[in-house]
Every structure is written in C-alpha cells, then in structure tokens.
C-alpha cells in the first residue's frame, strides 16, 4: 500500500520544501494543494478519508503548511472537524516550519541547560510564527518569557495569542531599535533571535559581556545574522562564555524532526502533531 501525503498549503502555490522533507520522511507520494481555506478543505478531506478502509487507512495521512500559522491552524480545525469515527487520517501542522523549527531550538537549549525553570528568556522579533512557538515551548518549560518586537501592539496581540493557546503567561515588550534590544536583553538567561532575514538584532558587543546570558539561539541563516559575532553553524559551541546555536546548528534536528515526523504520520490514523506533539518528539532527538 503506497503512502500518500496529502500538502494542504495555505499559500497560493504548495512548498517545495515540505514536498521533498515529505519524500525524505518517508512518502511514496505527495499531492500537494495551493490557496487551501476551511471553506473549501472539507471535499479534499472527505477524499482521503473515504478511499481506504481498515488498516489500509493509516497509510494516508495530511500536512498543514503555509506561510501563515493563523490560516494553517484554521484549515487543521477545519480538517479535524470533519473526523469522525473511524473515518480519520493522521495530520501534521507546521506552518512556515514553524513547529519543527521552534521545537528544535528550544529543545537543543533545553537539553543544554539541563533545566529551564526560572530562566528568564526573551524572544526578539518573536511576532512571527517560530517567534511565537518558541516563546511558547520555553514558557511550558518554565521560563519566563518575554516575546519582544518593534510595535507593542503587535508583540501584545503575539503574546496574547501564545498565553491563550498555550495556557501560558507571556510578556510583551516594544524594542523599536538596537538600542531597546540591547536594553532588554540585560538580565536575561536566554535570548532567541527570530527576525527577518537581512536584520543583525544584536551586534556582538552588546551581548558578549552581559554576565547574565547564557544561552543564545539564532534561527537566521543568511547573513548578516541575527547575533553579530556567532556562525550559522554553532550548535553549543562557547563564545565570550555564552553557549551558542546558529541556524544551521539548529536546522540539522529541524530536518531530522521534520522526515520523522512524516514518518510517524504512518505509523496509524489517530495522530495529531502539532507543537506539543513536535517538541516531544524533538527532545528525544536532541
């Protein structure tokens, strides 16, 4: 029996990267769908529900992508609304690889630390999706978490959304400019850098001597980097007495997670994965 993996992409076009991730986690074949809405996902649903039966049903199963978290979490209701019964294939969201992302580099820093209960942590630009994850999965581990970004409406809102999906408590804080990030990261024990690409958060002067950082975690890959002074490809290594993880340090458990994942959505027709289901998975690897 083929394993089939359905991409319901909230985006006009369907990724190219979640459809080869797809194939390298163990796909035989993917079909993958542009502009998906919870209006119009339900036929798309019904056709991967009602073609197998028995056992045979395990070996379909569904990927929520997109750029936009928002609309992916809307379509993955959607989808599961239309479950019932027997009549269910097991689903993965992650929305501009934002679960798998997140749930890497929170886990190779918790992993890390040993413990991340009482650790103070800031996300900066966090308003986007692997912002908003990874502030969340730090909370859950018992950090207190400060999500950060240039507009206090917007990193408010951010916080709000995380805390009320999450059951968490989360901060907000507007950091305009350099010199407001610099002012915030003093006291803090983890700093995470989610911004754009093109965009150095913080010039390597500002952090190497705040005695208080101990970690740092950049999810940028392309220069300039998030964090002045760090390579893409540091995964814990010790710069000016903090341990580091670059982007590519983090992307290597990202992809593994990511094929796992897939691979996992195989194995039966009940699974959901979402964040908490992900970064479970991503502690074990790490």
Same mark, same amino acid.
């Given at each position: 029996? =083929?394993?089939?993996?359905?991409?319901?992409?909230?985006?006009?076009?369907?990724?190219?990267?979640?459809?080869?991730?797809?194939?390298?986690?163990?796909?035989?074949?993917?079909?993958?769908?542009?502009?998906?809405?919870?209006?119009?996902?339900?036929?798309?649903?019904?056709?991967? %529900?009602?073609?197998?039966?028995?056992?045979?049903?395990?070996?379909? $199963?569904?990927?929520?992508?997109?750029?936009?978290? /928002?609309?992916?979490?809307?379509?993955?209701? #959607?989808?599961?609304?239309?479950?019932?019964?027997?009549?269910? *294939?097991?689903?993965?969201?992650?929305?501009?690889?934002?679960?798998?992302?997140?749930? $890497?580099? *929170?886990?190779?820093? #918790?992993?890390?630390?040993?413990?991340?209960?009482?650790?103070? /942590?800031?996300?900066?630009?966090?308003?986007?999706?692997?912002?908003?994850?990874?502030?969340?999965?730090?909370?859950?581990?018992?950090?207190?978490?400060?999500?950060?970004?240039?507009?206090?409406?917007?990193?408010?809102? #951010?916080?709000?959304?995380?805390?009320? &999906?999450?059951?968490? =408590?989360?901060?907000?804080?507007?950091?305009?400019?350099?010199?407001? &990030? #610099?002012?915030? *990261?003093?006291?803090?024990?983890?700093?995470?850098?989610?911004?754009?690409?093109?965009?150095?958060?913080?010039?390597?002067? *500002?952090?190497?001597?705040?005695?208080?950082?101990?970690?740092?975690?950049?999810?940028? $890959?392309? @220069? @300039?980097?998030?964090?002045?002074? %760090?390579?893409?490809?540091?995964?814990? =290594?010790?710069?000016?007495?903090?341990?580091?993880?670059?982007?590519?340090?983090?992307?290597?458990?990202?992809?593994?997670?990511?094929?796992?994942?897939?691979?996992?959505?195989?194995?039966?027709?009940?699974?959901?994965?979402?964040?908490?289901?992900?970064?479970?998975?991503?502690?074990?690897?790490?």
């Amino acid at each position: 029996m =083929k394993k089939l993996l359905f991409l319901f992409d909230t985006d006009a076009v369907p990724s190219v990267f979640d459809t080869v991730v797809g194939y390298d986690g163990g796909a035989d074949h993917i079909t993958g769908y542009g502009g998906v809405t919870p209006e119009n996902v339900g036929a798309l649903v019904d056709g991967t %529900i009602y073609t197998r039966g028995g056992s045979e049903k395990k070996s379909t $199963a569904i990927f929520v992508g997109g750029g936009n978290m /928002a609309a992916g979490e809307a379509v993955l209701a #959607a989808v599961r609304k239309r479950f019932f019964g027997p009549f269910r *294939v097991s689903t993965m969201l992650d929305s501009n690889g934002s679960n798998t992302t997140a749930a $890497a580099g *929170v886990a190779l820093v #918790a992993k890390a630390a040993g413990s991340l209960e009482g650790k103070k /942590a800031v996300v900066l630009a966090g308003t986007g999706p692997v912002g908003m994850r990874s502030a969340a999965l730090l909370a859950k581990e018992g950090a207190e978490v400060i999500l950060a970004g240039r507009q206090l409406d917007k990193a408010q809102a #951010a916080a709000e959304a995380v805390s009320k &999906r999450f059951n968490v =408590k989360i901060a907000a804080a507007e950091t305009p400019d350099a010199g407001s &990030r #610099a002012k915030l *990261v003093r006291g803090q024990n983890l700093v995470f850098s989610a911004g754009a690409i093109g965009l150095e958060l913080l010039p390597e002067e *500002v952090w190497k001597d705040e005695s208080g950082i101990e970690f740092l975690a950049d999810y940028n $890959a392309q @220069p @300039p980097l998030g964090f002045g002074g %760090i390579d893409a490809m540091d995964k814990g =290594k010790e710069r000016n007495g903090k341990r580091v993880f670059g982007a590519l340090g983090i992307g290597g458990l990202k992809l593994k997670l990511h094929r796992a994942c897939v691979g996992q959505l195989f194995d039966n027709t009940e699974q959901v994965l979402d964040a908490e289901e992900i970064y479970a998975l991503a502690k074990k690897m790490a």
